[in-house]
């Protein structure tokens, strides 16, 4: 397996993203380049999923400084919050995670997400606009 996502991958969940730290908001312009992704269930234990995009979230900062660096240096507060996902719970897909922008949310392999509450179910949404959100998603990504 490679080490890294793909470069397809790291473009669909810095999209997903909307090119922001998902745990403060910073956009990726001056402050930093937008290229730091997270996994969540962490490479140290590989697994299929390791580069999927439920397990990749984008985080301002490096391994060891911004938001990137508090995930790592505070992994009980990160597990709260879903940004680092044990590698004995679920799959990272059945995980919410805390965004800056949208709450909780739940991340799905296509590079899509859907709002949840903070025990992962789904909120207020009927299965038609849970439809229509991932028909949105999908132009997202063909527009860009
Ligand atoms: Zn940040």
Known sequence: MSTNPDLGTRETV?????????????PADAA????????????????PGLHEPANLITLCGSGTTGCHG?????????REHGWIVSAHQDHPETVPVLTASHGWVLLDQDGGWIPCDRDGRPTGLTIDQLTRLKAMNWQDSDAE
Do not use: K, N
């Open 32 to 47: 930093w380049d937008g290229h730091s992704i997270h996994h969540r269930r962490l490479r140290s234990h590989p697994w």
């Open 14 to 26: 810095a999209r997903r993203d909307a090119y922001r730290c998902v745990r403060c908001g910073q």
């Open 70 to 78: 508090h995930v790592h240096a505070h992994p009980a507060e990160a």
